[in-house]
Every structure is written in structure tokens, then in C-alpha cells.
């Protein structure tokens, strides 16, 4: 199931979170979420340029609050805030409510997969070799301190008449786990030869939600009492031990006796070494 579910909407609700809050009826439900979806094609196109990663859309009580996540954001604001004055009245134009637009920059554009999934489709659209675009995002992303990152390509590569699907991989791309933090993201490059479908797998770590880290410590204390008891037992056993087959009745006083034996023999056979010596000399 991981390997084809969405990564993002498996993990909703565990570690991830939707990219429009809002709540509505039924009546209103289909008319918002229409809504959202062109206010993001509208914002991806009128913000081509700007490296926009993702937008977050909430609605609070006949308002909305619309977060522009971008690697550039001064290209969203424009000279003084002027692009972004006008875009926010073509956004209350759209939405018919007062909307409050906010920037917040993406630090390393490297690590976003939305990012990387664009970036790559543009070299496409430029001519530039798949495998050398796809190689370069891979080391780049490595570098900079990803965990795995996974690319796939798929549609008439190089311009080739039958269509294929090719992908790399580095480092580990855990699909299936919930509590892994992987990034996914899409994009499409428009060639003059067809569509060609870019998809972009980021694993950056493991997140641990809250008591976790208090449950590993636990475990991991508990794991060596535990080994610590199975060597003690361990010992314990191999001293109460028969010494062979024949004396599996015998019991602690014989053990005894025989140790108090074994060293009587040791101490005479040290004084007749040193007697045997004496006279020598």
C-alpha cells in the first residue's frame, strides 16, 4: 500500500497536516473546495517565477488567510510591496472575502520536494538531459543533508517514439513508514514532444511524536536489565552444574569436600618440591 498511496495523505493526521483548514457544511462544502483548487492554479501561474512550494489556505470566520510558502520570496512582494498589494485585491476579488496574504520563505529549496519536482521539469522544457537533471537534484539534495531521495521520470524521454518510465534512488526511501518524514511532490514538463511526469520522493528522518522519545529511553533501559538478568541466570546455572554424568546427585557438601581435597594434594605437592630441593642443594 505504500508504494501506491499518496505519502502525504497516508500520513495525515499522524505526523502531516492538510493544506486548507476550514470547516463547512454540505451545502458550501463542494463550492470551497472548488474555490481553493483555482485559487492554487491561479497562484501557480501568476507566481511561476517565484518558487512557490506550497500554498496554505484558512478560512477563520468570514475571512481568509492564504500562507505563500517560496524560495523567493522577494519576488512575491515585489518593489515596496507592490505585487503583493495587488495580489492580494485579485485574491479578495476571486474569493469575495477579506483575505490576508502571508510569506514564508523556504530556506533550502534543495530539501523541498515541490521544489525539485519544478526545478527538474524546467530543464526539461529546456532541452537539458533527464538523467543529468535528475543525478544533479539527487547529489544536491544528499549534500545538504537528506536522509534518501527518490526521482522518477516517466513519458518520452529524450524524445523517443515509445513512451517509458526510468528512476534513481539514493540513500533509503521509506514508503511505508508512518512515522517517516517524506516529502513528495509533482510536476509536469510541457515539451514539444509531449508530457513527461516528474515525481519526487524526500526522506529527511524519523519524527517522534510526543512521549516517544521517553518510550525508546524505557525500552532501551529495560532491554539491558534485561540482558544483564539473563547473564546473571546464566552464570548461576553453569555454577550449579554437575561436574559430569556421574555426580548429578551430588550435592553442595560434596563439592566442598572435594575442593578441600584438591587443595590438600596442591599444598603437598609444593612441600615436596621444596623439600626435594633443600636437598639438592
Partial sequence: MGQKIHPTGFRLSVQRNWLSRWYANSNNFATMLNEDIKVRAFLNDKLKNASVGRVLIERPSKNARITI?????GVVIGKKGEDI???RAELQKRMGVPVHVNIEEIRKPELDAQLIADNIAQQL???IMFRRAM?????N???LGAQGIKIMSSG???GIEIARTEWYREGRVPLHTLRADLDYGTSEARTTYGVIGIKVWIFKGEVLGKGDEANVLTSNTSSVDNEKKKSIKKASTSFAKP???KNKDLNVEGIEDLNESASDMVRNEYVDSGDNNATAS
Fill in 243 to 245: 561436574i559430569n554424568s
Fill in 125 to 127: 522544457e529546456k532541452r
Fill in 69 to 73: 510558502f517560496s524560495s523567493r520570496p
Fill in 135 to 139: 543525478k544533479r537534484a539527487m547529489q
Fill in 85 to 87: 498589494e495587488v495580489l
Fill in 156 to 158: 518520452r524521454l529524450n
Fill in 141 to 143: 539534495a544528499m549534500r
